[in-house]
Structures are given as structure tokens and as C-alpha cells.
């Protein structure tokens, strides 16, 4: 199998852990790839990001938790993306919640980093915040209840905080948030984690 990733992609960086943890990081070759570069990622992902997965039979996959759910389902180990119920329902619940963050996070970056300054819309970076930081109290509120499950959900929740301080470390989203920031700092030390720390 091919992975398009991309070193600072919080997305692909969600389907690298998947791989490391279930075991599969040495069937997958990692093809660096930049979306906004000159690419011809559009062969293998018509929306033109990453990540995007070649499987073995050739067939193109793309977006993460598509992505995340194949590879689970290729190892016999216990199942990052529960298969049915309640379990199933609440990880992709969180997962959603977490891609969330990010997308709005993203959005930001694109909004703060790469439109010319004469374009850029404040209402729509306010608009994005506002998503973050609601999304971030419903963290605060429910990481109690995660024991020491460490699936798709808590994956895409540990990336999408580690990407708050890669890209916004000036917004420090710890403050006021002791139970995040407590489960994070017990998850962070983890070697698929600590192994897909974003890069520029
Ligand atoms: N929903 C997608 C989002 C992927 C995404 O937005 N990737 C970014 C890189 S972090 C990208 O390739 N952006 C290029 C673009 O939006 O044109 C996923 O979960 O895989």
C-alpha cells in the first residue's frame, strides 16, 4: 500500500497512527506529497489532498476516517473503530467532533497564513474560533469518561490538539481545560504518537 501524506497534515497524520498502532506502518509505503504544490494527486484523490491510500489492488481511498477504517480492518488485533453499537456510534461521533477542530483549525490557517492579507475575512477566522473552542468544552467535558481507550475517536482528538499547538501555540487551548490537558499529557508520551509528530 501507498500513503499520500504530507509531514504537516493532521488528517494523514491520523491514518499514520492508525498503522503504527494495528501494527500495518510496515506494509505501507509513505509517498510525501504536497496538495498545494505542483502534484498529480488529483490521479489518486480527485478533491486533490491528503492523505490518500493506494491499496494493494491499486484502488484509490481517500479521507481519513475512510482511510482509518480500512486499515482497521486489515489486522487481527483489537479494533480501533468498533464495528457495531453504541461503542461504534460514540468514536465516530468523537472522531467527527475532532476532524471538526481541525477543519475549522485549517481553515484558520489558510484565512491567517496563505490569502492575501487584502482578502482576508476576520469574521470568518471568528466564525472558525467560535467552533474550536465550543468543540474544545465538549473535550473538557467528556474525556472523563474515556478511561484508557485510545481508538479513532481519542486518535483524531490527540492530533487535533497536537495541531493547535503546531500551528496556534499563542492560543493556548489548556487554559481553563484541566481534564483535557491531563488526558492529553497521558496519551502524548505514546510511541505512535510521539513517532508522527507533525514536521515542517
Ligand atoms: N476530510 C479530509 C480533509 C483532508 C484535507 O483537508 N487535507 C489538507 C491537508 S491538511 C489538504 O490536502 N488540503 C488541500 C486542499 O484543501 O486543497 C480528510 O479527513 O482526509
Excluded at 468523537?94 to 475575512?121: S, Y
Aim: with cysteine; charged share 30%.
Amino acid at each position: 500500500m501507498k500513503l499520500r501524506t504530507s509531514p504537516t497534515s493532521p488528517y494523514a497524520r491520523k491514518c499514520v497512527i492508525v498503522a503504527l498502532e494495528t501494527g500495518l506502518a510496515d506494509r505501507i509505503e509513505m509517498v510525501p506529497t504536497s496538495p498545494f504544490g505542483e502534484t498529480d494527486l488529483p490521479k489518486d484523490n480527485p478533491l486533490g489532498k491528503v492523505p490518500a491510500l493506494i491499496t494493494d489492488g491499486g484502488e484509490s481511498l481517500f479521507d481519513s476516517p475512510v482511510i482509518c477504517e480500512y486499515l482497521d480492518s486489515l489486522h487481527d488485533g483489537q479494533r480501533l473503530v468498533p464495528a457495531s453499537g453504541g461503542a461504534r456510534w460514540a468514536q465516530l461521533r468523537l472522531e467527527a467532533l475532532a476532524d471538526g477542530i481541525l477543519d475549522a483549525a485549517v481553515a484558520k490557517r489558510i484565512e491567517t497564513a496563505m490569502r492575501p492579507e487584502d482578502k482576508r475575512w476576520p469574521g470568518w477566522v471568528e466564525r472558525q474560533d467560535k467552533a474550536v473552542v465550543r468543540s474544545l468544552d465538549v473535550l473538557e467535558e467528556e474525556c472523563s469518561g474515556w478511561g484508557a481507550d485510545f481508538l479513532i475517536g481519542q486518535i483524531a482528538v490527540i492530533t487535533a490538539l497536537d495541531y493547535l499547538d503546531f500551528r496556534f501555540k499563542d492560543e493556548p487551548w489548556r487554559t481553563g481545560r484541566p481534564r483535557l490537558s491531563g488526558w492529553y499529557a497521558g496519551f502524548a508520551q505514546r510511541s505512535s504518537v510521539v513517532q508522527s509528530a507533525p514536521r515542517e
